[in-house]
């Protein structure tokens, strides 16, 4: 897997901070073609405050902004706010598709406590 880091206004060679599992890339690039996401959007992969433990992960398709880092990952353009980055770092995106649970999670190693549902976390 490879990945290089551009921020959006001057480009560099940083190591992404996140993983995507092939999983998690396969589901990504089949919502991509399926949902007709348009030029100039990537996956925006973050953190916001709130949820039960503290803070919520965010995953979904945006624009670049101001204070974005770019990632390619698998061919998946992936943009991370650079001050999620230090709740984000070594975290895995995966996705499970089974009979018991469906959709994304997040193996985040900088987590402290989650919520039951893995929807949340404090660091």
């Known amino acids: 897997m490879?990945?290089?880091?551009?921020?959006?206004?001057e480009p560099t060679s940083r190591p992404a901070p996140i993983t995507i599992s092939?999983?998690?890339?396969?589901e990504v690039k089949r919502i991509v073609a399926n949902k007709q996401i348009p030029d100039g959007y990537g996956?925006?992969?973050?953190?916001?405050g709130g949820g039960c433990s503290g803070m919520s992960y965010v995953l979904g398709f945006d624009?670049?902004?101001e204070h974005d880092l770019h990632f390619e990952i698998d061919g998946i353009t992936v943009y991370l706010d650079k001050r999620h980055g230090l709740y984000l770092?070594?975290?895995t995106v995966d996705y499970h598709d089974g009979l018991d649970?469906?959709?994304?999670?997040?193996?985040n190693p900088n987590a402290t406590q989650t919520c039951g549902c893995g929807?949340?976390?404090s660091a």
């Open 2 to 9: 490879s990945t290089t880091a551009v921020s959006p206004t």
């Open 22 to 26: 092939d999983r998690a890339a396969s």
């Open 43 to 48: 996956l925006r992969v973050g953190v916001k």
């Open 63 to 65: 624009k670049a902004r």
């Open 89 to 91: 770092m070594g975290t």
């Open 101 to 107: 649970a469906r959709g994304f999670v997040f193996d």
């Open 119 to 121: 929807s949340s976390f």
